[in-house]
């Protein structure tokens, strides 16, 4: 391998440190040596003659390697993946530092597009469309000067500069032309994106705790990256009534008792209830088999499709007052329901929402017990700490709405939002309530629920979706896997269950002033949203514009075609002109003609044998007069092209 | 066109992609890449196929050359192409099954000829055919090769490799052969004088008589006057003799045809001879290429004068030089 090639080699195993850094799967301190060993790669690798030097890395790979089976044994095999990856990263490290000038550097080239690919499934944000658009291009540049590296099968050639420079051009070229080319791909590609995968429910298993989504119970001592999905699960239309009378919060099951470990649903898919305040919720009446009401003006009314989302759950919002289904369904006795037989995939059901100036059920303080209790065992022992420095900021005589206020403001000015996983998160509630690392929405809600329980305020702990994505044009609500939320619903008595959502929004902390970088970056986010929460729907906007675009570029040309045709005649003349402009000296029409003509009659030009030459060699060989006349005639205009 | 050996594991690594593709859910991220790995690989092949697309191109008549040496021939390339430029071009000949790098990495301008010198592998002695002559890159990513035909010449004959013929003389190690010394030598003095023939070098004129008898007048040489080598091999010999004998006669041919000697051969199935006014030496170095070993049954060579410098030794003279030495 030359040093040109093992420089290319370098910047790309760098981009994949990037890539895995971005991942959160492990902090920078750990990152830092792996970030040196590569850049160092060009100079520690001549040492790999010294069998010490060779022992040392595979000691340290073992070693790696040992830790991360460890990790998996005490995390779960839920992590491997996210393990996988910085194994990964680390073999790359270690071949980057151990290829031989009679390897081929393939097995890196692969790694790296294979860590590139994994890391899409951890982190879609911004940074990695950065990373991955400089990754293409060194990927595609680093494969070109290989190729032209190689002599034999090796690749050891040194690149002369000009060599280089060609390479580098052309490179940059082709990465430009594959980037675009993907993205016509990837608008215009027809394929399902509600496809299931065909080993999905063996993965299911092994990654649910790591998926971000909804689920039955929120486990508090996560600390694996968290893989993100952005599926379609719910398709809410409005059918009457506006958008802002349907809620944001798609409730799909609710929380009372904090354990150990984290949150169990209150109602088991069997649709048991296990808490006593289960007569907080305003109970169901059955109208039909499939329609099922409560009391309360009808406002607003959604037509809902649900497609993977959870087997059994069913989402609406708390306001939901009618609910119509086509497949079986029962309510649970905390408000949510639950399917109970179902023909298809995709489940479909309409729900209508009451009035928001109407009462809601008020039920009895006996029930309220299990919503006020905290039990020791499952508090982290920092809790007192945080309890007393938010008491601090509580007046004496503060209604239960302030103390829920003065908390959602304590916890977004003094915690921040991350993934699981994600540098910066902590590993457990007990972390992020000493204050050791911010959390996602479930650490945020459960904090809340603890503090307000503490101040004896009733409340729960809700789980579901955040819906907002609406399709204005259409009035369609769209709800995707990485919508899933957790929040906190607190009983007020007389008034019922007011929804508090304590989790900070990126718009939740500090206001950036919009400068023209910060406003670009929006933009770009903006756009890759778009890419990742790329659909059936925008994919049949993106073709139906274009279909658009070309109908009106045909009338327009059918209306106008002097217009077209002068343009075409221009463009035509403009590139005649770029071409004349191309350095070939020596390049004639007559040189080109005379070329065609040999070709035409399938004769070569021997080693100095001049055009006259072959010509009397070709009369000698008895050609067709027809032919001879075509190459005498050739060679007298490429004669006279040359020595006239 | 062709899968090389990275490309061979690309394939294996877009497959396993798209299995895993298919495995998993539908996620917008990962048919991304997908999308921008099958992107390379059609552009590739299209890209690769457009490097090679007109290139046309021969190569040079080779003369017979003697074995183990490498001569050089010129490879002449054309493009037809409107690329501007062919990049990183290799040629390679396939002779006796397999197959020789000519030259690496080489740029054609299109529609340009350009002419490459190239060397020819060292091959044994014989008439080797030449089962192909081509032109291929790898280029742009390396994962395919593609090839075009080239015009070759049909056979490359090689001779035997030529004996040391002055250590041959000087340690008068070859009986026989000092007889041929006159013949051999390069300092040869005129004999006489005779009218031009065409085909005369202007050296060997002779100027003075010219301008005399107001006619053309060539030196006549007295290699010209001199009847040559005279050789008799016999066949039959065993392999490494007449391999040495192959060898000697390659030198004497060779010096034969320096210094405008006559060489005539005389074997079993050959007799001929090869100079001035007869066969071209070229003739000789082909037999010399192609011919083998015969059975010990076989007949003996034709009766052939006393002067005549026979190769190899009998077993019985062997024997008689041996008895003399003692």
Known sequence: MTSQLRLCMMILVVLNLVFVQITGAASLRWMLPWFALAVLAPVLSPLQKYWSYRLAWNIGLLAIFGLLLKDIREAGLQYMLEDGLILAAFCQVHVLNNLAKQNRPDLLFFNSFLIALVTGFFCQNLAYSIVFGIYAVTLVIAICISSASTVGTLPHRHLTARELWLVLGRGFKMAFIAIFLTGLVFAFWPRDFEREGLVENKIAQTSAASQLGFTDQIRLDNKGITAKTNRVVIRAKLLRGSRTQVSEYWRGATFTNLRKHGWWADTNPQGNVYTSSRRLDEPWKRLSASEFSRAGRLGASVAVELSGAHPQALFAPLAANRMQFECGAWPLLDGVFRITSRNTDKIRYTVDLRLADDQPHVAKAKYLRDLQTLRPSALPPETAALHDAVSREVPPAASPVQVAGIIQRYLVEHRSYFLPGESGAADSLRGFIAGEGGGHCEFFASTMVILLRKFGIPCRMVSGYHAHEWNHAENELTIRSNHAHAWVEMWRPGIGWLTLDPTPTSAGFAEPSATMFSEMGESLRELWAKVTTFDASDRSSVVGWTKTQLFDLGNSILENPVWFLSSLAALFVLRRLMRRQRPSPRQTPAVTNYLRTLRQLDLTLRPGETPRQLLTRASRNDLPEADQRLLTHATANHEQDRYS | ?326
């Open chain 2, 1 to 326: 066109m062709r899968p090389t050996r990275f490309g061979s594991k690309a394939v294996v690594f877009y497959a396993t992609l798209v299995g895993a593709f298919y495995a998993v859910p539908y996620l917008n991220l990962f048919f991304l890449l997908l999308a921008f790995a099958s992107v390379l690989g059609l552009l590739n092949l299209y890209w690769t196929w457009r490097n090679i697309r007109g290139v046309r191109g021969s190569m040079s008549e080779i003369a017979p050359y003697s074995a183990d040496s490498r001569p050089t021939a010129q490879l002449c390339l054309s493009s037809t192409s409107t690329l501007r430029c062919h990049h990183h071009l290799h040629a390679a000949i396939c002779i006796d099954g397999k197959e020789t790098r000519l030259a690496e990495h080489f740029n054609l301008d299109g529609n340009q000829i350009q002419h490459i010198q190239v060397q020819l592998p060292a091959l044994p002695r014989g008439i080797h055919p030449v089962e192909g002559l081509r032109v291929g890159t790898i280029y742009p990513f390396g994962t395919l090769v593609t090839w075009r035909e080239l015009a070759a010449p049909g056979h490359l004959i090689v001779y035997p490799k030529p004996a040391d013929l002055r250590q041959c003389l000087k340690t008068n190690r070859v009986a026989g052969l000092s007889a041929f010394g006159g013949v051999l030598s390069e300092d040869q003095g005129p004999a006489g004088l005779r009218e031009y023939r065409e085909g005369d070098e202007l050296r060997s004129v002779h100027w003075k008589a010219t301008a005399r008898r107001q006619e053309l007048v060539a030196k006549e040489l007295e290699s010209d006057s001199n009847p040559g080598v005279e050789v008799r091999l016999d066949l039959r010999a065993e392999t490494e003799d007449l391999e040495q004998a192959l060898s000697l006669i390659t030198a004497l041919a060779l010096e034969c045809r320096t210094n405008k000697a006559l060489l005539t051969l005389h074997t079993q199935n050959h007799s001929a001879t090869y100079g001035r006014d007869h066969r071209p030496f070229d003739q000789l170095f082909l037999y010399l290429a192609g011919t083998g070993r015969l059975p010990e049954d076989s007949d003996a060579p034709p009766v052939v004068s006393p002067s005549a410098l026979c190769r190899p030794l009998t077993r019985n003279t062997k024997k008689q030089r041996a008895e003399a030495l003692v």
